[in-house]
C-alpha cells in the first residue's frame, strides 16, 4: 500500500456517497433557486480553510454540500450566456473517463479513446451535414476558434517558421470575443479584423464584406479570411453561409464557421444552416447545445493536411513508430493540445443512450420555448422585443424607463433583482447599444411551463425596482 492508495472497499463506498449526492441533487433541481443566495465574503469564508497535511479520509467528503449550495444549479430556469444543461448520462461516463486516465495524445497511448473520438467527431460532422470534416473535441469554442485561426493563418500566411506578417480577417460586429482574442493570440493583430456593421437582422453585410476585401486589397493588405457566425452569441443570427462560402472560394479567403453557439441546431433544423459545409474549418460547443456537460468544444476541419500544416512539430521522443494507418495517428499532429482527457467517452455514451432523434427534439423543444417566450413578451404590453429570433437566443427589455440611457439602468437593475429573486436566470446583451435581457434556451430540463414564468418574473422584478431608481 501506498499513501495514496485506495482498498477497493473504500473506492466502492466513496462512489456510492458520490453517486448519492449528485442523484438527490439532480432530484432537487426542480425546486431549486436559479442563482444560490451567496456573497462573495460568505463564500471566500466557507472555502478558507487551509489545506490539511494529514488527511481527512471520508469526512473530507463532508464539505460537499457546501460547494452544491454554492454552485449555480442547472435548473429548468437557467437560461443565461450560452450553457448546455449538463446530460446526467455524459457526467457518469465523465467519472469513468477520469478512472481511466487515458491520456488522449495518439492511438498508441489510448487506442480506444482516439478510436471513439474520431469515430463521434466525425458522425456529428456528417449529421449536421458536414461529411468527410474530421476534426477533435477541446475545451472549448474560444479554443476551437483560436485553432481554427491558426489554420486559416498557416494556410494562407504561413508563420509558424518565420513569424506572423499581419493578415486581414473579416467577421460582423456580432462575432463572438474569441475572435478579436485570436487575432491577437496569433500575432494577425486585432486592428487587422475588419468587424464590419451587422445588418439590422444582426448579420454580416454580404455587400459590406465585399467592398471591405476590395478595398483591403487595394490599398496593399492581404485579406485572409473570414469569420461567419453560426448563430452569433447575442441574437444566434446565422450569416448568410452559401453567399459568403461563395464570396470566399471566388477570393481565395479561407473561411471559418464559428458554430459554438448555433451550428449543432442543424441536427434539427438543417434548412437554416444552408451552406455549412462550405467551411474551411468550424467550431462547434457540445457543452452548449447538445447539453453535455462541460467542457467539450469541437474543431472540424475539411483539410487533415491544412490541420498538420498548422499544428504538427514533433519531438523525437513522441515520434510514432508504426506505419499503420490507424495505430499511427496522433492528435496532437492536428491540435493545439499534447495531453487530452477523453471527452468523447461522455459524447459518445450519451449519444448511444439516447440516440440523435432525442437530441434532435430537445433541439426543436429549445428553439420553441424561444417562440413561446417572444409571444409573451408581445403579448406583455411592457416589454418589447429587440432582435429576430433566429435560433433560442431571445432579447427584449422593459419599454418604461424613459430615454434610452434611463431604460439601460432601469433594465440593468431589473436584471439584477430577477437574479436576487431567484426564480430565473437571464443574462445581457447590447443591442443597438442599448442594454437588453436575454434568454437563450440550450437547456434539455426547460418546460413550457418554467418559460411561462419569465415575463411576470421580469415584469415583478420591474415593480420592485422601478421606485429605487
Ligand atoms: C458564438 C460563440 N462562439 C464562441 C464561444 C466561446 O465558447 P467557449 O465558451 O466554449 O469557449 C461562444 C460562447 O458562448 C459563443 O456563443
Not at 301 to 329: C, H, I, Q
Amino acid at each position: 500500500m501506498t499513501a495514496l492508495t485506495l482498498t477497493d472497499s473504500e473506492f466502492r463506498a466513496l462512489a456510492a456517497q458520490i453517486t448519492d449526492l449528485a442523484a438527490g441533487y439532480l432530484a432537487g433541481l426542480d425546486g431549486a433557486r436559479a442563482y444560490p443566495q451567496v456573497s462573495g465574503t460568505e463564500v471566500a469564508h466557507t472555502f478558507a480553510e487551509a489545506l490539511p497535511e494529514t488527511g481527512l479520509g471520508a469526512a473530507a467528503l463532508g464539505a460537499l454540500g457546501a460547494v452544491l449550495e454554492r454552485s449555480r444549479a442547472p435548473t429548468g430556469r437557467f437560461y443565461g450566456y450560452v450553457l448546455g444543461s449538463g446530460e446526467p448520462v455524459a457526467a457518469l461516463a465523465d467519472l469513468l473517463a477520469s478512472v481511466l486516465n487515458q491520456n488522449v495524445t495518439a492511438w498508441r497511448s489510448a487506442p480506444a479513446a482516439v478510436t471513439i473520438e474520431r469515430q463521434v467527431v466525425q458522425g456529428l460532422a456528417a449529421a449536421i451535414g458536414c461529411a468527410g470534416f474530421s476534426g477533435s473535441l477541446c475545451g472549448g469554442g474560444s479554443l476551437a476558434n483560436l485553432m481554427g485561426l491558426a489554420m486559416a493563418r498557416e494556410a494562407r500566411l504561413p508563420a509558424n517558421e518565420h513569424g506572423a506578417r499581419p493578415g486581414v480577417v473579416y467577421a460582423s460586429s456580432e462575432v463572438h470575443m474569441s475572435i478579436p482574442k485570436a487575432m491577437g493570440l496569433l500575432g494577425l493583430g486585432r486592428t487587422n479584423l475588419r468587424m464590419l456593421p451587422a445588418d439590422a437582422d444582426f448579420r454580416l453585410p454580404l455587400e459590406a464584406l465585399r467592398e471591405a476585401v476590395q478595398s483591403d486589397r487595394a490599398a496593399g493588405l492581404e485579406p485572409l479570411a473570414v469569420v461567419a457566425s453560426a448563430g452569433t452569441v447575442n441574437t444566434g443570427s446565422i450569416d448568410p453561409l452559401p453567399e459568403i462560402g461563395a464570396l470566399c472560394r471566388e477570393q481565395g479567403l479561407w473561411l471559418h464557421v464559428d458554430g459554438a453557439y448555433g451550428a449543432l441546431a442543424a441536427l434539427a433544423v438543417p434548412e437554416r444552416f444552408a451552406g455549412l459545409s462550405s467551411a474551411d474549418s468550424l467550431s462547434l460547443d457540445a457543452h452548449k447545445w447538445l447539453y453535455q456537460p462541460l467542457d467539450c468544444g469541437m474543431l472540424l476541419f475539411r483539410d487533415t493536411t491544412a490541420a498538420r500544416a498548422a499544428f504538427s512539430f514533433t519531438g523525437d521522443y513522441a515520434k510514432s513508430l508504426s506505419v499503420d494507418p490507424l495505430e499511427s495517428f496522433a492528435y496532437f499532429d492536428e491540435s493545439l493540445e499534447l495531453s487530452r482527457r477523453f471527452r468523447a467517452l461522455k459524447l459518445w455514451l450519451s449519444l448511444r443512450y439516447h440516440g440523435l432523434q432525442a437530441f434532435r427534439e430537445a433541439i426543436r423543444a429549445d428553439l420553441s420555448h424561444a417562440q413561446q417566450l417572444a409571444r409573451h413578451v408581445a403579448e406583455s404590453g411592457e416589454l418589447e422585443l429587440l432582435a429576430p429570433i433566429a435560433l433560442s437566443a431571445v432579447c427584449f427589455r422593459h419599454r418604461h424607463g424613459g430615454e434610452a440611457v434611463q431604460g439601460d439602468r432601469l433594465n440593468a437593475a431589473i436584471l439584477g433583482r430577477l437574479v436576487e429573486r431567484g426564480r430565473v436566470y437571464l443574462s445581457n446583451a447590447t443591442l443597438h447599444e442599448r442594454f437588453a435581457l436575454r434568454a437563450c434556451f440550450v437547456n434539455h430540463r426547460t418546460t413550457a411551463e418554467d418559460v411561462a414564468q419569465i415575463v411576470p418574473e421580469v415584469v415583478e422584478a420591474a415593480r420592485e425596482v422601478a421606485p429605487l431608481l
